[in-house]
């Protein structure tokens, strides 16, 4: 089967692609840097020629409102135009768990409008909610600093690493499209600013996080259960303590 990872290339889409091949998928990798872009649609008619399956696991390069809308409206738009034109099957999309209820962030505002989007659209799709990434615990104290120190609340999430999060959405790339919605998580839960704290610990970073309760994430309010998935998620196997000893905790898109 033919399936066309659309930012291929990045932390989740690169995992994809080779798992996709080593179970005897023609995966195709698609970034900027393979010479489609989705936001210009170059390159599209090409790559999508074949395709059964497409799959968005791509990502703005800047996460400032009305950019970040942009791009997940403009590329969403073009692909979902280039896929009903290629006759593509099955559309997935990775979002993530709670996207609906945190519309204060114009991160996930544009989220929302990727996937309402798909939704709206003739393809056929699923798409696939996850959890925050152990690889982006350092990013979520970078996005979260107040002066020099980190402010997170100390609400409960369910994070699992990039590779769990891949295998999930290869599994369900060759499954019949839902056309709805599939969360995904990892095997515990934790508080957000422990973790965090846990986190920036092992790479010896030294910024203090402080349990903010009023503290946003991304720009949106959090409450107990805001990141936490239902009781019908799939779950990883990767517990964070056996991530931290694997090489992707020290990776660079992880640092
Ligand atoms: N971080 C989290 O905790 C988390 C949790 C749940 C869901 N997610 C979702 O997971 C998805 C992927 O995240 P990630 O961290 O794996 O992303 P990433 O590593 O930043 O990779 C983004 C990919 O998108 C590609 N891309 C950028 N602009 C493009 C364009 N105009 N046309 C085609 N491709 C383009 C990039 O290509 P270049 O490298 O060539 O620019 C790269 O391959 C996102 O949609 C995000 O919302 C993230």
Same mark, same amino acid.
């Given at each position: 089967?033919?399936?066309?990872?659309?930012?291929?290339?990045?932390?989740?889409?690169?995992?994809?692609?080779?798992?996709?091949?080593?179970?005897?998928?023609?995966?195709?990798?698609?970034?900027?840097?393979?010479?489609?872009?989705?936001?210009?649609?170059?390159?599209?008619?090409?790559?999508?020629?074949?395709?059964?399956?497409?799959?968005?696991?791509?990502?703005?390069?800047?996460?400032?409102?009305?950019?970040?809308?942009?791009?997940?409206?403009?590329?969403?738009?073009?692909?979902?135009?280039?896929?009903?034109?290629?006759?593509?099957?099955?559309?997935?999309?990775?979002?993530?768990?709670?996207?609906?209820?945190?519309?204060?962030?114009?991160?996930?505002?544009?989220?929302?409008?990727?996937?309402? %989007?798909?939704?709206?659209?003739?393809?056929?799709?699923?798409?696939?909610?996850?959890?925050?990434?152990?690889?982006? %615990?350092?990013?979520?104290?970078?996005?979260?600093?107040?002066?020099?120190?980190?402010?997170?609340?100390?609400?409960?999430? +369910?994070?699992?690493?990039?590779?769990?999060?891949?295998?999930?959405?290869?599994?369900?790339?060759?499954?019949?499209?839902?056309?709805?919605?599939?969360?995904?998580?990892?095997?515990? +839960?934790?508080?957000?600013?422990?973790?965090?704290?846990?986190?920036?610990?092992?790479?010896?970073?030294?910024?203090?996080?402080?349990?903010?309760?009023?503290?946003?994430?991304?720009?949106?309010?959090?409450?107990?259960?805001?990141?936490?998935?239902?009781?019908?998620?799939? %779950?990883?196997?990767?517990?964070?303590?056996?991530?931290?000893?694997?090489?992707?905790?020290?990776? +660079?898109?992880?640092?």
């Amino acid at each position: 089967m033919k399936v066309v990872v659309i930012g291929g290339t990045g932390l989740v889409g690169s995992k994809l692609v080779n798992k996709l091949r080593e179970h005897g998928h023609e995966a195709v990798a698609a970034a900027p840097n393979t010479g489609v872009n989705t936001l210009t649609g170059e390159g599209l008619a090409e790559v999508l020629k074949g395709a059964s399956v497409v799959v968005d696991v791509s990502n703005s390069p800047s996460w400032e409102d009305s950019a970040v809308l942009k791009f997940f409206e403009t590329s969403t738009r073009n692909l979902l135009s280039y896929e009903a034109t290629a006759g593509v099957k099955h559309h997935v999309a990775l979002s993530v768990v709670g996207t609906d209820r945190l519309s204060e962030s114009g991160y996930f505002r544009a989220k929302i409008a990727q996937e309402k %989007l798909i939704k709206e659209s003739s393809i056929p799709y699923t798409i696939v909610q996850a959890t925050q990434f152990f690889e982006f %615990l350092k990013g979520l104290a970078d996005i979260s600093m107040v002066g020099d120190k980190v402010h997170l609340p100390p609400v409960l999430f +369910q994070p699992m690493s990039a590779d769990d999060v891949a295998t999930a959405v290869g599994r369900i790339a060759v499954e019949p499209p839902i056309n709805g919605t599939v969360e995904i998580g990892g095997p515990e +839960q934790f508080r957000v600013d422990e973790l965090v704290r846990q986190r920036l610990t092992a790479l010896k970073d030294p910024r203090e996080v402080s349990a903010d309760p009023n503290a946003r994430y991304s720009g949106a309010r959090l409450s107990e259960k805001t990141l936490v998935p239902g009781s019908n998620a799939r %779950l990883g196997e990767t517990r964070f303590e056996t991530w931290l000893t694997q090489p992707a905790a020290h990776a +660079q898109k992880a640092a």
